[in-house]
Nanobody, 128 residues
Framework: QLQLVESGGGSVQSGGSLRLACAAS????????LAWFRQAPGKEREGVAS???????SYADDVKGRFTISRDDAKNMLYLEMNNLKTDDTAMYYC??????????????????????WGKGTLVTISS
């Protein structure tokens, strides 16, 4: 079973930057869609960004222009570069993988119930 381990979370001030990383236990080349989700206290889990193996990326509207997702299939890694962080970005961030998808990553960002594998998360806290 695929294992995903996130790292890179922490506490920064508003306007700061963080880089999240997700290490997969097996080749990410086997999986079409890799993604980041987040869940703030008292809120539902929401899609942040996805990266398909054909190079297509998708982003939630509120992170476009600030976050960048990338995948390195040679290293079995997924990254999320987060800039100009806001207090609303405070959440637990989860790495996610969709196995054998029939649709592109953008669809799974809005349908987290269809994700096959989840990491345990890394906490991001943004202070004003």
């Amino acid at each position: 079973q695929l294992q995903l381990v996130e790292s890179g979370g922490g506490s920064v001030q508003s306007g700061g930057s963080l880089r999240l990383a997700c290490a997969a236990s097996e080749s990410t080349r086997n999986y079409y869609t890799l993604a980041w989700f987040r869940q703030a206290p008292g809120k539902e889990r929401e899609g942040v960004a996805s990266a398909d193996s054909d190079g297509r990326t998708s982003y939630a509207d509120d992170v476009k222009g600030r976050f960048t997702i990338s995948r390195d299939d040679a290293k079995n890694m997924l990254y999320l570069e987060m800039n100009n962080l806001k207090t609303d970005d405070t959440a637990m961030y989860y790495c996610a993988v969709k196995n054998n998808p029939g649709l592109r990553g953008a669809y799974y960002l809005k349908n987290p119930d269809q994700i096959d594998f989840w990491g345990k998360g890394t906490l991001v806290t943004i202070s004003s």
